[in-house]
């Protein structure tokens, strides 16, 4: 019988064993790392391509992100993996080359990527010539962390935990200090201010006694000097008396020793006497009149001011009923005598500094403001604009807002901050501009939102927006006129 011989033939490598190549471990040392982020399955994966340190392989390495520390999927490829992956490749000379090319395929996002057991599968699409593409495969092995490698990571971790941890102790401490040495700071600066706080009212208590022990004293010599020429002056009038009344007897003695008819009754002119006796009264009322020192002045005349003439420059007042509700108001102060239009926003600037150059120290004067939904409203102080630097709240009981749209004043009901005076960051200021105002206008009003609220009650109106409609409101425009009153 014939003998056969047969040749064992090796099976093909299994999955493992084709990547199961010996890696230099300088092979393993990544340079040129670039990462590109993804989503697999509903979670985030980074991809990586880098360089070997050596300049031999190209790794291309996947993982969860979750999952970093415990797997990943990764293969090394040097130059002749990729002639033998794919005749493409050849073109390309060095692993510099290839590197870059695998850089450009990844950055504009033509790949594609699935996982299937311990496998990566990376599908790279390659332009070819006439706009045609082939895709060529990357087989990325799955590789677990070693416990070594994990223990050696955690220790990293934990090491670094510890110094994190003890900076923010060292932190903590600091601030702690910082703390205590800014309360020590606080407390002393409290009992300095409140100990300078204390000598000046002291001080204040002390010159107001003496202010009011002078003011007695001025009192008592005045009362004095009152009942000097008191007396002094009814002692004269009992002097003129008495001297009219002797003149009055000489007078009848005189006519009684005329001759006259035996028969005949001489009688006294009764007209004479009580003329007489008006003259006594009338010369001891002047004299009286002139030594209390009352001064009569003769009043003078009205001046008649024609209601068509006022507001005549305004492009604010509506109507003539707006024009008479406005000088009504103003009549309940004082009679009118001139109104002026002093600012105008549109015409002369809505900035601070010009508000203040034209309305300063100008007098009493009516502002009409124009809201950005066209309600016009506005306010009347007799207290003076002023220009003086700081924070300055002036008193008036004679203020009041209005509405023009409501036909409706609105009374002053703390005096104390009618108006008051920003001049670095506001305007118009009616009430006070933190937490108690009533309208209050920005530097550059015109460019801003300014602000209405009237819930303090500083003026009398119903509801905290009933002006401008709104909390915060923009301006059209906005007008100031000095009142001139007789």
Sequence with gaps: MPVFSVTPQCPPPSEEEKYDKIIDE?????TDIKSFDLILTNEKFTLELA???????????????????????????????????????????????????????????????????SLALLVLEFPMPGEKVIDINFELKEEKAKKEELMEQLYGIVTELTEENKKIKEEINNLKNENKKLKEECNKKNEDNINNQLYNINKELKN??????????????????????????????????????????????????????????????????????????TEKAQKKETSEYKIIETPKPKKNVNIEDLFKESKLVKNAEDKKNLVNWLTSVGNISEINLIYRATRDGDDSDTFFEKCSNKGPTISLIKSGNDRVFGGFTKAEWTDKKGKIKLKDDKAFLFSLDNKEKYKILKPDI?????????????????????IRLFNNFLEKNNYENLASKVYDAPSDYCLSGHNKFEVQDAEVYQVIFE
């Design 26 to 30: 300088k092979d393993k040392i990544m």
């Design 51 to 117: 360089k070997s340190e050596n300049n031999k392989n190209i790794i291309l390495k996947l993982y969860n992100n979750k999952e970093k520390a415990l797997k990943y999927y990764i293969r090394y490829l040097n130059i002749d993996d990729f002639y033998n992956l794919n005749n493409f490749f050849r073109f390309y000379q060095s692993i510099n080359e290839l590197y870059n090319l695998l850089l450009d395929i990844i950055s504009k996002k033509r790949y594609s990527i699935s996982i299937k057991n």
């Design 208 to 281: 107001l006694k003496e202010e009011n022990i002078q003011i007695k004293e001025k009192l008592k010599l005045l009362e004095e000097n009152i009942n000097k020429k008191q007396n002094i002056i009814i002692k004269e009038v009992k002097e003129e008396k008495k001297e009219k009344e002797e003149k009055i007897e000489k007078k009848e003695k005189i006519e009684k020793k005329e001759e006259k008819p035996k028969n005949e009754i001489i009688e006294s002119s009764p007209n004479s006497i009580i003329s007489t006796k008006n003259e006594i009264k």
């Design 418 to 438: 009618a108006i008051s005076c920003y001049p670095n960051n506001y305007t118009l200021v009616y009430g006070n501009k933190d937490d108690r105002y009533g």
